[in-house]
């Protein structure tokens, strides 16, 4: 945690002081520094998804570019470099619309993630409750009987309704009951408890 706490520091710093800088220099410097928070939100998205390879979240840093853009466009506008006109006001709408477009879009991804996991965490529910309820089996060959009548082996109905598999041993009373008797079962279990 001190490494991450160290690297906000380190690039906290200057920015804090770059902003104060352009605070008193800069004729309406709420709109410099706005860019400037903006364009580090746009470098720190862009960062994460370079570094994680996950590409979604560009949809952040392109959100980001476009709020800088307009904001410089707003600049200009107020510091009289670019004359208003309903074309300069039109282009300076444009970023937030895309913005708006590219939120919306983002909310429809968020969206459909969260309807795919409600669909499995139901159905991993539903094999919940399967197991939860009371199974016919067999008190002989120990068969359980299937929602369509059919006796099937209990791993096979397990592995079926889960996701679970299994594998197969001796418990050390079952080994005990089969190899007892046989000479190279005593003598691996004298070397057993002998290395215990």
Not at 15 to 24: E, H, P, Q, S
Not at 138 to 150: H, L, Q, V, W
Not at 168 to 196: F, I, N, P, T, V
Request: aromatic share 14%; charged share 20%; with cysteine.
């Amino acid at each position: 945690m001190d490494s991450v706490r160290k690297k906000i520091l380190y690039y906290s710093i200057p920015f804090i002081l770059v902003f104060t800088g352009i605070y008193f220099v800069v004729p309406k410097p709420e709109l410099i520094v706005s860019v400037l928070i903006r364009l580090f939100a746009f470098g720190v998205a862009l960062h994460v998804s370079l570094r994680y390879r996950e590409w979604r979240i560009l949809f952040l840093a392109a959100m980001f570019f476009l709020m800088a853009l307009r904001q410089v466009f707003t600049f200009f506008i107020w510091t009289g470099v670019v004359e208003r006109s309903p074309l300069t006001n039109a282009m300076s709408e444009l970023p937030g619309m895309l913005v708006t477009f590219l939120a919306l879009l983002s909310i429809i991804y968020i969206g459909l993630i969260l309807s795919g996991n409600a669909k499995t965490i139901k159905a991993q529910q539903e094999s919940i409750n399967t197991l939860n309820s009371l199974l016919p089996m067999c008190s002989k060959c120990r068969r359980i009987k299937d929602d369509d009548g059919y006796w099937r082996e209990l791993e096979l109905y397990i592995e079926s309704h889960t996701d679970s598999q299994f594998s197969h041993g001796l418990c050390q009373e079952c080994s005990d009951e089969m190899y007892g008797d046989q000479e190279w079962y005593k003598k691996s279990m004298m070397k057993r408890k002998a290395a215990s």
